[in-house]
């Protein structure tokens, strides 16, 4: 994580957003202490995949072995 002044991004602030738009936090300090974080937001993402996939079941069977089973039977 990239470090600056308080003042030194007050000074050079393009600088330092543009390095966070290319996804590099910067830690802002006074008087030697960090005050902040700045950090790049994460990408907006659709909710289908904001939540890990679960298999499909029914009566304890995944569903897509089912499906592979149907076709192996109607073979």
């Known amino acids: 994580m990239k470090q600056a002044t308080f003042t030194d991004v007050r000074n050079h ?6 390095l966070v738009e290319a996804g590099e936090p910067v830690r802002v300090l006074r008087n030697g202490k960090p005050i902040a974080d700045i950090v790049p937001i994460a990408p907006d993402l659709p909710s289908w995949k904001r939540r890990p996939a679960q298999p499909l079941l029914l009566d304890g069977v995944s569903l897509s072995r089912m499906i592979l089973d149907e076709r192996e039977t109607d073979r």
């Open 13 to 18: 602030a393009k600088q330092y957003f543009d």
